[in-house]
């Protein structure tokens, strides 16, 4: 069956004496195989044509072929900087399908993998923000900052970047010996470097100039465009899946949800920071108030799942991240969508961009935090 | 994939949004209403007539996700909106599904983007993946896959990835 499908819409088209198409991408534009064609007048960006898909490998696809175990790691490749946060939904839908509960330490330890994931994450984007910015000092120190969290995670997972570490009926482990000890170790450290990178970066009038008032996305556009995550809660509205439809022991514990009203790309940094503030205080409570008993209950290799469908989210680092899984009733999912955030927020770039000056393009970009392999699956 | 209402531990809030459907009669079927998910069936003649109840009245305001499923037995596809709400009033957390088959040989169904913008590229991306058209739709075409692209659409059933074992 072949269905008729209009011509593409990225061919350069002529353009006037004073305007000028430019391509930006797809070797790698600041983080991730992506390319956008930008009209420029002047200085000032007229028209944006992002062009994802790059670095699809069919995610989606290939979850059909698979059993629910299988699925984890092709899963996890999808989103390297948030591994545990991609799986966690699709656990979920696995285990609402398989009638399967989970026990509560299982939960809590989710949460504090998660938790951290979502520093490591913010890390990263703190990074890129830096450089992006011309401020290589904050390149380097988040990066360097975030391998002390990765090692942390390395001890509760097992591996460094890719530890499959929830799967359905729980999670693969507990926490080894000393873990709590030296979380509180890491912890503290993070919040003196927190205070660093404000002191550094936060509070420096280029980071300022270069981002109060720029790429401006006002509440209601935010709401129209379906965007997520910390975009969002940058734009002045308090969502996060967390607090609107918790899951594990969301409801149990406290955190502030930051907002800003100045929806420009300033706020979208500014939420980021809070963020991990937040997380860490989120993984200390966990610690702390986690039962003993066991992490997972058993889900075989081989389970079916009743035939139904099932749709789960979660806030991941880049925000609500959701699986829509549908089972015929086999071993494996007979339909497995995912509604990524970097996806979700992509539809924000162009209407960011237009009107902005060439300058700002790249503090705009990141500060939506586009994962290009995140949003190709 | 209609499955029955289930149980009695069902809230009342979903309750009262699935009987908000009973007014569209026969237009509009309630799949199954659990905690927080509710998805309804319609016809593709009334996605948009329903689709606007669900933004105008009901206050959804976003579409989350948009899934086409393939069902080669039945020659038919299903095309599944997701909506969520931000503003609605207690509806946070809650998703709206709007399913709607159409025959593989014609698997075409009004765009929704005028109703819901936040649907743009999710249409975009079924399109190409699923082979549905979204009439109405100012830019279907190449978006994730290659530009050379030139097999069927590749969640469709009969597209196999090559080197695997049968799929489910």
């Known amino acids: 069956m072949s269905i008729p499908l209009p011509s593409s819409g990225l061919l350069t088209e002529p353009i006037s004496e004073d305007k000028l198409t430019v391509s930006i991408g797809p070797q790698h534009p600041g983080a991730g195989h992506f390319r956008f064609m930008i009209t420029v007048e002047g200085d000032t960006i007229t028209d944006c044509v992002p062009d994802p898909g790059y670095v699809h490998r069919g995610a989606e696809k290939q979850t059909e072929y698979r059993n629910y175990v299988q699925s984890i790691p092709v899963l996890e490749r999808s989103s390297l900087t948030d591994v545990t946060n991609i799986i966690m939904p699709f656990c979920m839908a696995a285990e609402e399908l398989m009638g399967v509960?989970?026990?509560?330490?299982?939960?809590?330890?989710?949460?504090?993998?998660?938790?951290?994931?979502?520093?490591?994450?913010?890390?990263?984007?703190?990074?890129?923000?830096?450089?992006?910015?011309?401020?290589?000092?904050?390149?380097?120190?988040?990066?360097?900052?975030?391998?002390?969290?990765?090692?942390?995670?390395?001890?509760?997972g097992g591996a460094r970047i890719t530890y499959s570490y929830v799967i359905p009926g729980g999670v693969r482990n507990d926490l080894p010996s000393g873990f709590k000890d030296k979380a509180f170790k890491v912890y503290d450290y993070l919040e003196s470097r927190l205070k660093d990178y404000e002191r550094m970066f936060f509070s420096h009038p280029l980071f300022l100039k270069r981002t109060r008032g720029v790429g401006v996305l006002p509440r209601d556009e935010a709401i129209k465009l379906g965007v997520v995550g910390p975009v969002l809660r940058a734009s002045d509205v308090r969502s996060d899946v967390r607090i609107d439809e918790p899951y594990n022991f969301y409801d149990e514990v406290d955190f502030e949800v930051p907002t800003f009203k100045e929806c420009d790309t300033y706020a979208r940094c500014m939420v980021h920071l809070i963020e991990m503030r937040q997380s860490m205080r989120i993984i200390r409570q966990c610690l702390e108030k986690m039962p003993q008993g066991p992490v997972r209950t058993k889900v075989t290799m081989t389970q079916r799942a009743a035939a139904g469908e099932a749709y789960s989210q979660v806030e991941a680092s880049r925000g609500a991240m959701s699986f829509h899984v549908i089972s015929t009733g086999g071993p494996k999912p007979y339909?497995?969508?995912?509604?990524?955030?970097?996806?979700?927020?992509?539809?924000?770039?162009?209407?960011?961009?237009?009107?902005?000056?060439?300058?700002?393009?790249?503090?705009?970009?990141?500060?939506?935090?586009?994962?290009?392999?995140?949003?190709d699956r | 994939?209609?499955?029955?209402?289930?149980?009695?531990?069902?809230?009342?809030?979903?309750?009262s949004i699935s009987s908000e459907f009973s007014q569209f009669g026969e237009k509009a079927k309630v799949a199954f209403t659990?905690?927080?998910?509710?998805?309804?069936?319609?016809?593709?003649?009334?996605?948009?007539?329903?689709?606007?109840?669900?933004?105008?009245?009901?206050?959804?305001?976003?579409?989350?996700?948009?899934?086409?499923?393939?069902?080669?037995?039945?020659?038919?596809?299903?095309?599944?909106?997701?909506?969520?709400?931000?503003?609605?009033?207690?509806?946070?957390?809650?998703?709206?599904?709007?399913?709607c088959r159409v025959p593989s040989g014609d698997p075409t169904l009004p765009s929704l983007i005028s109703i819901f913008p936040s649907a743009d590229y999710h249409e975009r991306e079924t399109a190409e993946m699923i082979g549905a058209i979204f009439t109405g739709h100012p830019k279907l075409g190449r978006f994730m896959l290659p530009e050379d692209w030139s097999d069927i659409p590749p969640m469709l059933k009969a597209y196999r990835l090559p080197g695997r074992l049968e799929a489910e």
């Not at chain 1, 009107?355 to 790249?362: E, K, L, Q, R, Y």
């Open chain 1, 335 to 375: 339909r497995t969508k995912i509604s990524v955030p970097s996806f979700r927020n992509l539809i924000a770039l162009p209407r960011l961009l237009i009107g902005s000056h060439v300058a700002d393009m790249p503090a705009i970009y990141w500060s939506l935090d586009y994962w290009p392999v995140e949003a």
């Open chain 2, 34 to 99: 659990k905690k927080n998910r509710l998805k309804v069936m319609v016809r593709r003649e009334d996605l948009v007539d329903i689709a606007t109840f669900v933004r105008q009245k009901l206050m959804f305001d976003h579409c989350t996700n948009v899934t086409g499923t393939d069902f080669p037995k039945e020659k038919e596809l299903e095309i599944t909106y997701h909506f969520g709400s931000t503003d609605g009033a207690g509806l946070r957390g809650m998703i709206l599904s709007l399913a």
């Open chain 2, 1 to 15: 994939m209609a499955e029955s209402a289930t149980g009695t531990d069902v809230p009342s809030r979903e309750q």
């Open chain 1, 101 to 156: 509960q989970i026990p509560p330490r299982a939960k809590y330890l989710r949460m504090i993998m998660s938790e951290n994931q979502r520093i490591i994450s913010h890390l990263y984007w703190l990074g890129i923000q830096g450089i992006f910015l011309g401020h290589s000092t904050m390149f380097m120190w988040p990066l360097g900052d975030r391998d002390v969290l990765i090692d942390l995670g390395q001890m509760l």
